[in-house]
Nanobody
Framework: QVQLVESGGGLVQPGGSLRLSCAASLNIFTFNVMSWYRQAPGKQRELVATVTSGGDTNYADSVKGRFTISTDNAKNTVYLQMNSLKPEDTAVYYC???????????WGQGTQVTVSS
């Protein structure tokens, strides 16, 4: 069973930055796709950013140029660096990984990000 532990959320003013972390209980090479999603109140969960085991990244248009997804293989951790935050970035952020062996998805518990003055 894969466990994902997220951290780094909180309250930040518009224009500020946060870095989310997602630590996996297994070697990160177990996964071929690692992603961050978010869900705002009353809205559907949406894909924010994805990184593949080959290092390819993809971002939602709404966060391009502001967010960066990365991995630390030694720490089995996926990061989401969020800069120039806007109130509309307020949401619960979820880490998601997909097993390269079973294609099964695993989710973290979510971390709240609130952007407000």
């Amino acid at each position: 069973q894969v466990q994902l532990v997220e951290s780094g959320g909180g309250l930040v003013q518009p224009g500020g930055s946060l870095r989310l972390s997602c630590a996996a209980s297994l070697n990160i090479f177990t996964f071929n796709v690692m992603s961050w999603y978010r869900q705002a109140p009353g809205k559907q969960r949406e894909l924010v950013a994805t990184v593949t085991s080959g290092g390819d990244t993809n971002y939602a248009d709404s966060v391009k140029g502001r967010f960066t997804i990365s991995t630390d293989n030694a720490k089995n951790t996926v990061y989401l660096q969020m800069n120039s935050l806007k109130p509309e970035d307020t949401a619960v952020y979820y880490c998601n990984v997909r097993s390269r062996y079973t294609a099964r998805d695993y989710w973290g518990q979510g971390t709240q990000v609130t952007v407000s003055s």
